[in-house]
């Protein structure tokens, strides 16, 4: 899922020029998408683990969208504001496992 949430992330880079501001509201809903999946595939399991697994996930899709085919090699593109993206992408994936804790102690 995370390869092919890359590819239908970098296609329109491809096409649309000054993608990069755009890109980050992309990265977002990659995210989210490579998220979704995995949490389903796992019956909805929260954990360390899984948070790891889904941003390593997520920094597949972004190195997917990022490489690009020339006609003699792969080149891989890079931008300041592909750093802001990846940071999005990996926040929106990790933030519905984080747990939140409100007061300081359990009732009884």
Known sequence: MAIAAGIAWGRPRELIPLFDLFGILLAAGAG???????????KRKRGLALQVIRGICFAV?????NVG????ALTFRFSPYGILALVAGVL????P????????????
């Open 32 to 42: 989210y998408l490579v998220g979704e999946m995995i949490s389903r595939s796992v």
């Open 61 to 65: 899709s972004y190195s997917v969208s």
């Open 69 to 72: 085919i020339s006609e003699s």
């Open 92 to 95: 929106v994936v990790i933030s």
């Open 97 to 108: 496992l984080r747990r939140i804790q409100v007061g300081f102690s359990q009732p009884r």
